[in-house]
């Protein structure tokens, strides 16, 4: 992609501004993605299936021909603003950031988050052997085609549970640690101000990744009653970790995501 075709894709009217800010990237189950400049920028590629896998050296060419093409626009804009981005000593910041970096990851918030991480990957290394039962009774099922019953159904409804709890696995931490990481360096803190809190808008996609897992646990729970002591501990893991969210961001649930929440 060129510069100009991302101006012209940037300046389509139709587009709601930032609204990939604040989603949780899952494109597939988004109603938004006519009004997406992130969705149209990948689409412009996905003709192309070698620039798509991330194993291709033409996917990674794309990436960094996006980033050279942003970082000249970013110079651009800065040089009609009289500022020289290569006179701008980094050091102190960059010290700044690793202190800052180190004191977001532990943030109660930041280590309960990252130790759901590692909950899910357990929990999921027994998955084959937990799951042979179940296997078992809906080719029973399906087998002998017992009325009121749809195997085929619940396969569905069994991978689309696992397919949540997978998506918000590290989502849930990453957002999580931006939130924390903006929180503590003040940025954006202006009560004042008219823009809205990033880290109320992060921590809100990471409570929103909490309660869709908390609901498709659940859902689990009721599949796999053998699990239920595994699950309730995760579940109770979660809950914890939405509350303390929440109180660390008390107006994060109120924070308005474009295109979302108007
Ligand atoms: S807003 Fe929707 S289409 Fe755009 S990046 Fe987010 S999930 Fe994808």
Known sequence: ???EKLLKLAENPNN???????CNRWCERCSFTSKCLNFQMGEEESADTESNDINNKKFWDKLSEIFKITLEMIYEDAAKMGIDLDAIDTTDFTKKEELLNQEAENHVC???SYKYIDMVKKWFESYSEITKSKQHELTQKAELEIPGTDPIKEIENI?????VIHWYQYQIHIKTKRAIHGMLGNFNDDDESDYPNDSDGSAKVALIGIDDSIAAWGELMNIFPSEENEILNILVHLERLRKTIEKTFPKARAFKRAGFDD
């Open 1 to 3: 992609m060129d510069k």
């Open 16 to 22: 709601i501004t930032g609204i990939y800010n604040y």
């Open 110 to 112: 930041a280590t309960e």
């Open 159 to 163: 991978n689309d549970v696992c397919d």
